[in-house]
Each structure stands twice: as structure tokens, then as C-alpha cells.
């Protein structure tokens, strides 16, 4: 494969989430998160979307995040393996509930900020840059209970004391920070995304917008924090990228493309220019939305821009205004997509689409002119032991080998790119199923969908591919 050269310093690692690997979801305080009732199953789907019934875990449900992959213990072991690998950085997430339970508590939890503390200091020690997610997916219940979370401004306040008691307390520690992880999720997944619950006969788009422009000052005021507390740090935006493909050149096709891409774009247009685009105006007037904003609003959204794009990508999408065309629309997929007759796609019916990598991450750079970071890529798919203890991942390792030479390709096109933390170093729960059989580790881990193994970690044949990866600075791929 032809070999490209990436930046001096550049930061190859990967990425996690709290949810979805420490488990010990009621431990040393933390409270229940809105990931903590997300069952297994196809129940966890219409959760997703925001039809809760409960706001307590049910008799019979397996829940994944409870457990994990018990990272909350094993964190030890887990970073002496990416170290191993030579990881320059790795990317977790702060789970709000581990500091403050219930969202709203007046005092933070000591023992939670005393787990990250360990957890960074033991980053740090390997030689690992800590980037560090401020929420990805995980509400206290308590603020979707009490207040209906994102729908209510109250959040904004609840949101902005959490983020500056994590960076008052870590700003020696950690110097990279993202503030919501892909907020596009909130249009997908509201309750995922932004923990929201709707009740029969609701404009759901309406309190989707209506949240969203509470994240989005949520995160102005974060970014500004953390430019005040901890003035060498980066703080950057997060979105789900992945172009959308027009299915023919149909000016009418062209058009829909770009109206899904403004969908997303609409979220970074705002965390990284400072204002309201003019087609999302004309969309909220076309929907008959009206969206609450407080004098102020706007000026704080010019002042809290971010400092770089962080985003995942994991393969593009197509669009079409085709009636025939638009039936082969899958269910099962986050981002609605048309089959691109182009691309193959992976055990779930994720495209696979390095090339799109490459158009994505050009298409960011024309838009914003800020560094990107990859902070998500990666093929979920199932690993199978061999009776004598190996697990040879070469279809992993294809993926990876060819979405890592296409971002070394964006990089010669001038994109700026600080670094690419792949998804899931190590297997962990997948968000939007709860399996684990649905794997991106280069490091195994023995449990299975329904929560039985001994949670002992090995490591697959890419564990070896990576770290050669990682020693040439991307030269052998
Ligand atoms: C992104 C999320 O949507 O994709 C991660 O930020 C998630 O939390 C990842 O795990 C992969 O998705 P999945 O459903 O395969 O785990």
C-alpha cells in the first residue's frame, strides 16, 4: 500500500466511552444514567427514540452498560496494553452521574473526580494524552425525571457547573476536551443524544430544536470556560460525519444530498462560526418552529467558538428523492441511508467507504479552516477465537490499513488533522445494539451478548498491525 507521511507529533490512539466500558454503574456514588436503562434487545431501539416507560432498570432486562467491560477496575491493565501499543493519546468520555449523581446536586461527588484523577494520572504516567468527552450519551436520570432534561433551559446551568468543576479540577491534567459527543444524535436518537422523552401527540421536532439550542449554548459556555480556566487547552466540537451522496446527478437528488448534510452541519455551523445559519432559519420558519432564545444567547454563541472539529466516521450515505429508490431505506441503520451500489458494507449494513473518508474530512476543512481530529472510525464486526487463543482480524485490519491511508491522503490535500483515535482499542459495549459480539477492539475481551465470559482481554492479530502503525508514524500500513 502506498505509504503517506503523517505530521510529527500526531496523535494515534483510540477512543472509549464511560458508558459503554467501566460498568460499576452504581459505584462510589454515581448515580443512574440514561444509558443504565437501555436494555439489550429491540426494546432498546424505542428507548433510543425516546419512548421510556421507566426510569428504573426492569425485572428480566439484561442491561449492558451495568458491567461493561469493567473498565472501572481494569483500567490498570487496559492502558498498559495500549501503551503497549504505543498510543500517543486515548479518548474517553466523564460520566456526568459520576459526579454529580443526580445532575442538580449542590457539592460534585469526591470519589468520582478521584476515579478520573487515577485514570488520567495513570494515562500520563504511559506517556497518553487525555481527550476527554464531557458527555457522550449519558444523562442523570434525575434531570430527565425532574426536569425533562434538554428540553429544559435549566440544563444549560447544571451543565456549565459540571463542566467547570471538571476543569478546575483536571486543568493540569488534560489538555484536549470535546464538549458533546456527536450532537447531530439529538435529530436520530433524542434520548440517546440528549436524554429527551416524548409524550403522545408532542412536536417532537420542535423540543428536538428547542434542545438543541440549549446544547448549543451549553457549549458556548463550556468552550469559554475552558478558555478561562485553562488557557492551553483545546476544546473542540463533535459531530457523526459521513457525506451524503446524491444517487444520481438529479439536480432535485443534489439538492436533497445537501439539505442532509446541512441537517449535521447545522450543529457545527453554530459551535464553529458563532451563529445561526440562514437555512436553518428558513427551516424553522418552513416547520413552524419557534425556538426560545434569551437576550444574550447569540453574543455567547459568537464568543464560545471551538478550537478544532472532532468527529467519527464510519462510512458515507446516500440520499434520493425517488420513490422506488427510497424503499430500500434500511430500519436498523442510526443515519437513514439508500444502498450506494458503490459501496460493501459490514456484518450490521454499515457502508464501508475509505474514499468518503477522505471527501469527508476535505469537505470539513473547506467548511470550518479549523484542525479536525478524528476521534471515532472503525468496522464493528465479529471476531472468533481459534482453539489455540488467536484471533486473526484481517478484515479489520483492511479496513483500518485503507481509511488511515485515505486520511493520509486528505492530510496531503492540506487538511489539518491533530490526530485519529479509532473506536472501541479495546471491545466494548456497542451503543446502539448493546451487543458486544459487535467488536472494534484490537484487544479481545471474553464476554458475550448476554453478559457471560471471565472478561479476560487478549490480543487480536491488528494489536500488532496498529503498534507498527503507531512506531512508523503511519509509514507501514
Ligand atoms: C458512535 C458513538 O455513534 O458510534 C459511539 O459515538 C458508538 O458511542 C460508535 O459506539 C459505534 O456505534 P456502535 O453502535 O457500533 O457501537
Redesign the pocket.
Known sequence: MKTVSFPKGFLWGGAI?AN?SEGAYLEDGKGLTTVDLMPTGKNRWNIAKGKVDSFKPMEGEFYPSHEAIDFYHRYKEDIALFAEMGFKALRVSISWARIFPNGDDEQPNEAGLRFYDNLFDELLSHGIQPVVTIA??DVPVHLVEAYGSWRNRKLVHFFETYAKTIFKRYKDKVKYWMTF??IN?LLHLPFVGAGLVFKEGENKLQIQYQAAHHQLVASALAVQACHEIIPDAKIGC?L?AGMTYPYTCNPDDVYKAMEKDRESFFFIDVQSRGKYPGYAMRFFKDNQLSIDMEDGDEDLLKIGTVDYIGF?Y?GSRATSTDPEILKQIGSGN?FASVENPYLEKSE?G?PIDAKGFRITANQLYDRYQKPLFVV?N?L?AMDKVTPDGEIKDDYRIDYLRKHIAAMGEAIQDGVEILGYTS??PID??????GEMK?R?GYIYVDKDNEGNGTLNRMKKKSFYWYKEVIASNGENL
Do not use: D, L
Open positions: 466511552a459503554q457522550h450519551f459527543n456527536e444524535m463533535m457523526a467519527s464510519y442510526v450490521w454499515w471515532e472503525g464493528g473506536w472501541g466494548i459495549i456497542s451503543a446502539s445494539t459487535k472494534y
